[in-house]
T-cell receptor
Framework: GAGVSQSPSNKVTEKGKDVELRCDPISGHTALYWYRQSLGQGLEFLIYFQGNSAPDKSGLPSDRFSAERTGGSVSTLTIQRTQQEDSAVYLC???????????FGPGTRLTVL | GENVEQHPSTLSVQEGDSAVIKCTYSDSASNYFPWYKQELGKRPQLIIDIRSNVGEKKDQRIAVTLNKTAKHFSLHITETQPEDSAVYFCAASKGDYKLSFGAGTTVTVRA
């Protein structure tokens, strides 16, 4: 079946602009995660959605970052007033439920000029 | 929060030799330890995982060992092949959703 998909695959933006990154999880997966991978670094947890529960936003680095998940499926990560330090690969993952194996999407490479 | 350290950051091995990557974690409540492989430009993919009720798990040429007392776990790849070249990440969690990742090990298998 289809895996996790993300769009766009690459995004180049100017400092100060807003960007939206999209994630389509595996069908039937109730849990969805966003991570950030900076060059040469590991994956940094950003936010977690599980069903209809309130999301865990504890990993969001600043209030310029927000995310939503509509209808328990597609998720959008929004970064407002982008800064150069926001440049990274943003990875989305989904799992069947809490604590199950996380399957990753291909990521969105964000470059802020 | 959980802190995971991974060593070495780079590893070069001759084809056919073994590769070992080690990770330590700080939170004794962690009980789930997956390993992900990320080829250049590709998504991370789970290759093996272990839970704290076992000390070792094998899957063909890959094995993971866990020492809960010392709070460290290791990935062992035997009979390395060129397709094993990739970045490998360890992670730890308390069995819930929040995975804490190591910084990664770049493995290069020399033909």
């Amino acid at each position: 079946g289809a895996g996790v998909s993300q769009s766009p695959s690459n995004k180049v933006t100017e400092k100060g602009k807003d960007v939206e990154l999209r994630c389509d999880p595996i069908s039937g997966h109730t849990a969805l995660y966003w991570y950030r991978q900076s060059l040469g670094q590991g994956l940094e947890f950003l936010i977690y959605f599980q069903g209809n529960s309130a999301p865990d936003k504890s990993g969001l680095p600043s209030d310029r970052f927000s995310a939503e998940r509509t209808g328990g499926s597609v998720s959008t990560l929004t970064i407002q007033r982008t800064q150069q330090e926001d440049s990274a690969v943003y990875l989305c993952a989904s799992s069947l439920g809490n604590g199950d194996t996380q399957y990753f999407g291909p990521g969105t490479r964000l470059t802020v000029l | 929060g959980e802190n995971v350290e991974q060593h070495p950051s780079t590893l070069s091995v001759q084809e056919g030799d073994s590769a070992v990557i080690k990770c330590t974690y700080s939170d004794s409540a962690s009980n789930y330890f997956p390993w992900y492989k990320q080829e250049l430009g590709k998504r991370p993919q789970l290759i093996i995982d272990i839970r704290s009720n076992v000390g070792e798990k094998k899957d063909q040429r890959i094995a993971v060992t866990l020492n809960k007392t010392a709070k460290h776990f290791s990935l062992h790849i035997t009979e390395t092949q060129p397709e094993d070249s990739a970045v490998y990440f360890c992670a730890a969690s308390k069995g819930d959703y929040k995975l804490s990742f190591g910084a990664g090990t770049t493995v290069t298998v020399r033909a």
